[in-house]
């Protein structure tokens, strides 16, 4: 299973690249408008630390979207267009298989959706698993229902499970199969730890300090 970070702060993807752990990022507008810096430098910064940087089209019309999509494509091979899920995106995602120009499609919330864009040749598609949880909907079961459609077809679209929102998440989509599991910051922060690796580690230098007295 590959391990994206969702953010658009480089320090962050910096500090978990080092960890070599860290197979790509995901950003979009409400992320990179956080950080209030220019969307290119940010950009290439990460492709400096992993292979695949979900950069998102603004344009919401085929022509606009084809144009910053073939943009950011140039910019360095490790960028994705990550383009949202409506029929001019369906458009630009199979105008951009047909250019070799890597996509990523935001915003499924759906199994149909799903469908559609491994169709209109997608290679990645990001259903958000926790907006959908928030609306008392289940998130996790749309993951299940992907997979399993995957399991029938020769989709060579990855899914990538989005809007993550704790720990218990990332091994849920392991669980089922799922091929990227992206992840706040925070969230990613915490997979290391386990209180029994503190206090075992910590028992261990106990004891080997007491036998150099
Ligand atoms: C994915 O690519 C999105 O950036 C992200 O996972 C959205 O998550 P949110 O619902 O926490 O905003």
Redesign the pocket.
């Known amino acids: 299973m590959k391990l994206f970070l969702?953010t658009a702060n480089v320090e962050q993807v910096a500090e978990v690249a080092g960890w070599g752990v860290l197979d790509g990022v995901?950003?979009?507008p409400?992320?990179v408008a956080k950080e209030n810096k220019n969307f290119k430098e940010v950009v290439l910064k990460m492709c400096e630390h992993v292979p695949c940087v979900?950069a998102q089209v603004t344009a919401t019309d085929f022509s606009g979207m084809k144009k910053q999509g073939e943009e950011y494509a140039s910019w360095h091979k490790h960028v994705v267009v990550?383009v949202p899920m409506t029929t001019e995106g369906l458009k630009t995602l199979r105008y951009c298989r047909e250019k070799g120009i890597r996509t990523?499609t935001?915003l499924v919330f759906s199994v149909s959706q799903a469908i559609l864009a491994a169709k209109a040749g997608a290679n990645i598609i990001?259903p958000?698993i926790?907006?959908l949880d928030d609306i008392s909907e289940d998130g996790m079961g749309l993951i299940a229902e992907i997979m399993e459609v995957w399991k029938h077809y020769q989709f060579d679209t990855e899914v990538?499970v989005?809007?993550?929102?704790h720990p218990r998440h990332i091994v849920e989509a392991a669980k089922l199969g799922a091929h990227i599991c992206?992840i706040?910051y925070d969230v990613f922060k915490k997979l290391p730890h386990h209180p029994l690796t503190d206090s075992g580690l910590k028992k261990f230098l106990d004891d080997w300090n007491t036998l150099q007295k």
């Open positions: 969702d995901t950003t979009n409400s992320l979900s990550k990523n935001t990001s958000f926790g907006r990538l989005a809007s993550t929102r992206t706040p």
